[in-house]
């Protein structure tokens, strides 16, 4: 007997130090967040908005079943990255909507990253107070 192989639609979204893992398939729209209920992860509703705005811009809200791993990083961070795997993820599964998403700025990876404390200042650039007597 064999078992009957489910289509995935798998992708990776990164951000600052926030990774995400997004697993999509079809489904009723049941939302997972490391184990956790979506809404329970992200208690915001605007930045649950924000993270599904590619859903919603296809009109697949009720369409497909998430299953998200996140590591690293804070809640806003995580939340951007969860958006950009979800976008590369619904690309995967249909390419005509590489466009409208492309134009909205959800296929953009955000490379800004926190710059290193350098030997001799007091942050990244910061520099230690000078007296001059």
């Known amino acids: 007997m064999r078992k009957k192989k489910i289509e995935e639609f798998v992708s ?10 997004v697993r999509m398939r079809k489904g009723s ?5 490391n184990g956790k209920a979506f809404d329970e992860y992200f208690s915001s509703k605007l930045q649950r908005k924000a993270i599904l705005a590619p859903l919603e811009q296809c ?6 079943d998430l299953f998200i791993r996140l590591t690293g990083g804070g809640i806003n961070a995580q939340g951007e990255a969860i958006r950009l795997g979800l976008s590369r993820a619904l690309v995967q599964e249909n390419e005509e ?3 409208s998403l492309k134009d909205l700025g959800f296929l953009r990876r955000d490379p800004r990253k926190k710059e290193r404390k350098k030997y001799g200042l007091a942050g990244a650039r910061k ?7």
Do not use: M, N, P
């Open 59 to 64: 009109s697949a809200s009720d369409k497909y």
């Open 97 to 99: 909507l590489r466009s």
């Open 12 to 21: 990776t979204g990164r951000r600052k130090t926030a990774v995400a893992s």
């Open 127 to 133: 520099k230690y107070q000078f007296s001059k007597r």
């Open 29 to 33: 729209g049941k939302h997972e967040v």
